[in-house]
């Protein structure tokens, strides 16, 4: 399975990639720091979600899937709306996107909680669960990475549209998740 777990890491990852994407378009300049920090909070959350979820498979399966569309979708969709409304309201005030822990770390529970579901489902097949993790997790860090430089790349071109680019992203994101979990695709 490990081919498998490597495409499983891969699609859990596309939604840290594209955050990372929209925190590189934020960044006026960027450094090892702009890089590392969210990769590295991607990569550990995702890592990190497998081993809960198949720590209690069997009690928590059902309940995280059935809301973790609607958290996903609401936490997305509010930091998208607020990355637009400052896009929109830049030139009151020239800033600089500070990648604070809170922040990282709300991004990186809302791109992982499928990974939680993806550790039950684990569970369930018997399978090697710190090797899955650490796929998943390094996998994560290197697409965040790498989309992060991106994210900057296309920034620059963006220029002040670059935040609400961003946003526009999340609510994407958000509402992807919340439309593939109701089936609705």
């Known amino acids: 399975m490990g081919v498998e777990i490597f495409l499983i ?5 596309m939604d840290a990639a594209a955050v990372s994407m929209a925190i590189g378009a934020r960044h006026k300049s960027i450094g090892r720091a702009a890089v590392l920090k969210p990769s590295a909070m991607f990569g550990l959350f995702q890592g990190v979600m497998p ?3 198949f720590a209690v498979a069997l009690a928590f ?20 709306l607020k990355m637009i409304y ?12 500070g990648l604070g822990l809170k922040l990282l770390t709300v ?3 809302a791109t992982s909680i499928d ?26 860090f290197a697409l965040s990475a790498v989309s992060v430089v991106i994210g900057h790349k296309i920034g620059e ?3 002040s549209k670059a935040e609400i680019f961003g946003g526009a992203v999340l609510i994407f994101i958000g509402s992807k998740i919340l439309v593939e979990h109701l089936g609705l695709i």
Not at 9 to 13: F, I, M, Q, T, Y
Not at 115 to 123: E, I, K
């Open 9 to 13: 890491a891969v699609g859990l990852a």
């Open 51 to 53: 081993l809960i979820g």
């Open 61 to 80: 399966a059902g309940v995280v899937e059935a809301y973790d569309h609607y958290i996903s979708f609401v936490i997305l969709a509010v930091l998208g």
């Open 86 to 97: 400052e896009g929109l309201h830049e030139g009151e005030e020239e800033k600089e996107v």
């Open 107 to 109: 991004l990186a529970i």
């Open 115 to 140: 990974a939680l579901a993806v550790g039950a489902t684990l569970a369930f097949l018997n399978q090697n669960i710190l090797l899955s993790a650490f796929i998943i997790a390094a996998v994560t």
């Open 157 to 159: 071109r963006l220029e």
